[in-house]
């Protein structure tokens, strides 16, 4: 019987040529078979079989999850409480019987692209620079995914852009003294299901706002009802996020920087080799969230060019890693504050170190700078697009944004 990722290679290989209805052997797990057809359907962490935790070895699997989501089983090795997984992937990265997986949308994805009723964006994550080789640009890309059937790219920084507004007026509104603090509510689903799920007494400080790749997926929902949205970036925790009841339908689908790689290998695309189809729409702060403290200096510098004689200014903290922010979220809860801004990523480095990216935190946090550095447009305040797209949604001035909640705001 073939193993799961040899089921998955050759289901690629067969969409890719236009068969969507390989894998109806007898040489295939029927689970297995359905996880990669259906992956909705099942947890984002898959079990594919009965690994070494069987033979007394669980234990080290439950306390490799951060998250206390895994636990021993009472027929032998281990089961996993879809509820409290957030995507990490340590689990799967830590399985040395190699029988954990993570779930993935490649096959549907693909087929939904080519049968969409209308356009089919690939939502393309802040952190996409050197994930693909350093030579490729943004509209290198953009033209490597029409190969593969998108009708466009759309950079969710633009998206970024706007939440970072928000994000500036809610502290504008809501810090009126030295006791104040806000923590951030977009960007890492890691750092927000850590907060919902075992940090519940510090929701107050959260405000309410989806996170950029939400934003981007309504938006083009509003705008084009028949659309397919597939956001592409660097980590597993998205794919979580594009489950969760109150946000679903948002993004179709979400595969990660290594899936889309894998598609490019099959197809033999070099995106460094594809002519330039060049859209810059987004301002240095949107494209800087990718990477730890990214967040924090696009709203510190919104918030400057809002309000510049605030009387109580900003002063932000980042932490990167779980172990990291649950510190920081520890601090916080035992009175030690020590800034008004708060900042978590639960990876290393932020997007730019998420457990499926290309490149790592160390080559692609420079070129998500030196990317940023590049935009004509310090923040979104001086972004024209952030204002011609708000206008198209019906929101004619930016102090507007935190009243209006369809489509950016979320409700924890």
């Not at 049968?115 to 996409?128: E, R, V």
């Not at 050197?130 to 640009?137: M, R, W």
């Not at 695309?269 to 967040?295: C, F, L, N, Q, W």
């Not at 520890?330 to 170190?353: D, I, P, R």
Request: proline letters at 6%.
């Amino acid at each position: 019987m073939k193993t799961f990722r040899e089921l998955y290679d050759e289901l690629v290989s067969s969409a890719l040529k236009g068969d969507f209805n390989a894998g109806k052997g007898a040489d295939y797990d029927p689970y297995q078979l359905d996880c990669l057809l259906n992956p909705r359907k099942h947890p984002l962490v898959i079990q594919t079989g009965k690994c070494d935790c069987a033979e007394g070895k669980a234990r080290e699997c439950v306390e490799r999850c951060p998250f206390g989501a895994i636990s021993e089983a009472s027929s032998g090795g281990i089961k996993i409480d879809p509820e409290m997984c957030f995507g990490c992937a340590r689990c799967i990265d830590g399985c040395n019987s190699e029988k954990l997986m993570e779930s993935t949308e490649t096959i549907p994805a693909l087929k939904a692209v080519r049968a969409s009723k209308g356009p089919a964006y690939a939502l393309i994550a802040p952190a996409f620079l050197g994930q693909f080789s350093s030579d490729v640009t943004p509209g290198k890309l953009r033209t490597a995914l029409k190969r593969l059937g998108f009708d466009g790219m759309l950079e969710v920084a633009l998206f970024a852009d706007i939440l970072t507004l928000k994000e500036a007026l809610e502290f504008d509104k809501n810090i009126r003294t030295e006791a104040d603090y806000q923590l951030t509510s977009c960007c890492c689903p890691m750092w927000i299901g850590m907060i919902r799920k075992v940090y519940n007494e510090l929701m107050p400080h959260v405000p309410g706002s989806v996170s950029p790749m939400i934003a981007c997926g309504r938006t083009v929902k509003l705008l084009h009802p028949d659309s397919t949205t597939v956001f592409i970036g660097p980590c597993l925790a998205k794919k979580a996020e594009a489950r969760e009841k109150d946000l679903a339908g948002a993004v179709d689908f979400v595969l990660t920087f290594r899936e889309v790689q894998d598609i490019f290998d099959a197809l033999g695309i070099d995106p460094a080799k594809m002519e330039e189809s060049e859209k810059d729409h987004s301002s240095r702060g949107g494209r800087i969230y990718a990477r730890t403290g990214g967040v924090s200096e696009a709203v510190e510098k919104t918030l400057e060019r809002l309000n510049p004689k605030r009387p109580i200014s900003i002063r932000t903290k980042q932490a990167d890693g779980v172990p990291d922010c649950r510190a920081m979220m520890n601090e916080l809860l035992a009175g030690k504050q020590e800034a008004n801004f708060y900042e978590g990523m639960g990876c290393k480095g932020g997007c730019v170190g998420g457990p499926r990216s290309v490149t790592g935190a160390e080559k692609g946090t420079p070129l998500v700078n030196a990317y940023g550095d590049k935009s004509p447009y310090p923040t979104p305040l001086e972004n024209p697009y952030v204002a011609e797209l708000l206008r198209r949604l019906g929101i004619d001035t930016v102090e507007s944004l935190i009243e209006h909640t369809e489509i950016f705001t979320r409700y924890f």
